[in-house]
Nanobody, 124 residues
Framework: VQLQASGGGLVQAGGSLRLSCAASGRTFSSYVMGWFRQAPGKEREFITGITSSGGSTRYADSVKGRFTISRDNAKNTVYLQMNSLKPEDTAVYYC??????????????????WGQGTLVTVSS
């Protein structure tokens, strides 16, 4: 599976962005998909994930209520809608695929495939 993330950019605090992650291959619908982010000088962190069917999601406390993950298996794409953005949301955002199928895991090491990252900058 090859992943291509897009949609990052510069936004003011309180604004919104929608990230997309397009996947190649016919097995996209069998993967759990996750979004991670990495701020300068910090470790990559899990922010949200969605099961292969889209029936279950999981969020980090830092984004709960502000971010929404969704997927369209017909389009081989996973989305991250980010609302009420804060300066501390500034980071490179990565999408990732995990063969776990129905278990949303948060460890970086559990994910098998990664996109190239897209930069989100939130100004105050």
């Amino acid at each position: 599976v090859q992943l291509q993330a897009s949609g990052g950019g510069l936004v003011q605090a309180g604004g919104s962005l929608r990230l997309s992650c397009a996947a190649s291959g016919r097995t996209f619908s069998s993967y759990v998909m996750g979004w991670f982010r990495q701020a300068p000088g910090k470790e990559r962190e899990f922010i949200t994930g969605i099961t292969s069917s889209g029936g279950s999601t999981r969020y980090a406390d830092s984004v709960k209520g502000r971010f929404t993950i969704s997927r369209d298996n017909a389009k081989n794409t996973v989305y991250l809608q980010m609302n009420s953005l804060k300066p501390e949301d500034t980071a490179v955002y990565y999408c990732a695929a995990d063969r776990a199928y129905s278990i949303i895991r948060s460890a970086v090491s559990e994910y098998d495939y990664w996109g190239q990252g897209t930069l989100v900058t939130v100004s105050s």
